[in-house]
């Protein structure tokens, strides 16, 4: 080809590495450009889409092992555009994460689980702890605690309603900075977990220091579990270790009764997953988990 569209060409590899976090080499081929082609829609877009309402808390439950009670849920983000078509978190998240437009995003599903909490506090109506994912970009942000702490006080949420969830790839750069602003917000009331649980940088300095209250068990050791020993046998100890510290355990990911078997047979404290229910739209989520509870 000429000079000319050969540089476009490579300029187009480029910047397919702004969205790719792994490599920082790329080749141009027709994917790298249908993939930038969908980036700059997503980006065109995602002002607009968040102005329309097109985002929209999911929820998730977690459940007691022991009682076969609801504890707890995770809130996810969906984006389902006007024609009902959703794209998915992974198409649209890594980009809001390079352009920084996920800092907004994890605010508005903050806002969105405290409205929700405070609408069923005021109508007299069983609340639990839902946790909410902070992205690494959010987390830079300046006045990240005081926002957190005012968009609380915005719609009167108990902190002990909030539950904030950072991965485990986090952790793989220095701790002083993010440790006290986790203690600042930890000492309004609300708990940490960490997500993900050993399929990022183990540092286990940061379970010894307790700067967090609850461990998730990656999906990925989950799998097969009943067939696959030494998942059993890595899961196993995690939860050792863990209960030895004083933290709970959530596991990730349970789809079957074996599954969900094993897991307890290894004294997990919550699960999270198909087994005992999908992420569903907030009204859903409140007609299959809340309604049966009882306030007290």
Known sequence: ??????????????????????????????????????????????????????????IQPKYNLETGQI?????????????????????????????????????????????MIQRRLQG?????????????????????????????KKYDTPPRYIELELTERIFRDDLTDLAKMMGELRNLGIRWSIDDFGTG????????????DIVKVDRSFITDIDKQRNNYLMVSFIIKMAHEMGLHVCIEGVETKEELACVRELGADYIQGYYYGKPVCVADFEEQHLKKLILG
């Not at 480029?14 to 080499?25: A, D, E, F, P, V």
């Not at 930038?36 to 002002?47: C, N, P, V, W």
């Open 1 to 58: 080809p000429p000079i000319q569209k050969m540089v476009e060409y490579a300029n187009l590899a480029r910047k397919s590495l702004r969205t790719n976090t792994t490599t920082h080499i790329a080749v141009y081929d027709e994917r790298v450009y249908t993939q930038l082609i969908r980036a700059g829609k997503i980006e065109q877009s995602m002002k607009n889409a968040m102005a329309q309402h097109e985002f929209k808390a999911f």
């Open 71 to 115: 504890v707890g849920a995770e809130a996810l983000v969906r984006w389902i555009r006007e024609d009902g078509s959703m794209i998915y978190p992974d198409d649209f998240i890594p980009i809001f994460e390079k352009n920084g437009f996920i800092v907004e995003l994890d605010f508005f599903i903050l806002g969105e689980v405290c409205r």
């Open 124 to 152: 007299k109506r069983h609340c639990v702890p839902i946790s909410i994912n902070q992205s690494r970009v959010l987390l830079q942000e300046k006045d990240y605690v005081k926002r957190v702490a005012d968009i609380l």
């Open 201 to 212: 940088y183990s540092n286990y300095g940061y379970m010894r220091d307790k700067i967090f």
